[in-house]
C-alpha cells in the first residue's frame, strides 16, 4: 500500500519559514520523482518544486529564492523548506510521487497539509 504522508504545515506569520516532510512508504522511492503541489482555495492545484531521481530540482517562479525542496533516499522522505513566505502561500500543499516507465507514468498524492500565512 503506498502511503505519502506530509507532516509540518501550519500558521505563520509573513515573512517566518515553515519546513514540509513527505514521508512515503509502499514504494521504490529512489525510481520515483517527488515534488510538491499546492492548491488555495478557489484556485487549481499547482506545481510549487520537484526533484528528480538524480536530484535536480525545478521550482515554480513564485517560490524561486524562497523555497527548497531536497530529498534523502535512504530515509524516504522529501522536504520542503519555505522561506521569506507571503499570505499567497497560504494553501494545502500536497506531496507527490511519479514513477515514469516506457508504458507511462504512475503518480500518487498525499493527504496534504495546510499552511496559513497570516498578514
Known amino acids: 500500500q503506498v502511503q505519502l504522508v506530509e507532516s509540518g504545515g501550519g500558521l505563520v506569520q509573513t515573512g517566518g519559514s515553515l519546513r514540509l516532510s513527505c514521508a512515503a512508504s509502499?514504494?521504490?522511492?529512489?525510481?520515483?520523482?517527488m515534488g510538491w503541489y499546492r492548491q488555495a482555495p478557489g484556485k487549481q492545484r499547482e506545481l510549487v518544486a520537484t526533484?528528480?531521481?538524480?536530484?535536480?530540482?525545478n521550482y515554480a517562479d513564485f517560490v524561486k529564492g524562497r523555497f527548497t525542496v531536497s530529498r534523502d533516499n535512504a530515509k524516504t522522505t522529501v522536504d520542503l523548506q519555505m522561506n521569506s513566505l507571503k499570505p499567497e502561500d497560504t494553501a494545502v500543499y500536497y506531496c507527490?510521487?511519479?514513477?515514469?516507465?516506457?508504458?507511462?507514468?504512475?503518480?500518487?498524492w498525499g493527504q496534504g497539509t495546510q499552511v496559513t500565512v497570516s498578514s
Open positions: 526533484i528528480t531521481t538524480a536530484g535536480n530540482t
Open positions: 509502499g514504494i521504490l522511492f529512489s525510481a520515483n520523482a
Open positions: 507527490y510521487a511519479k514513477r515514469s516507465r516506457l508504458s507511462g507514468d504512475t503518480v500518487y
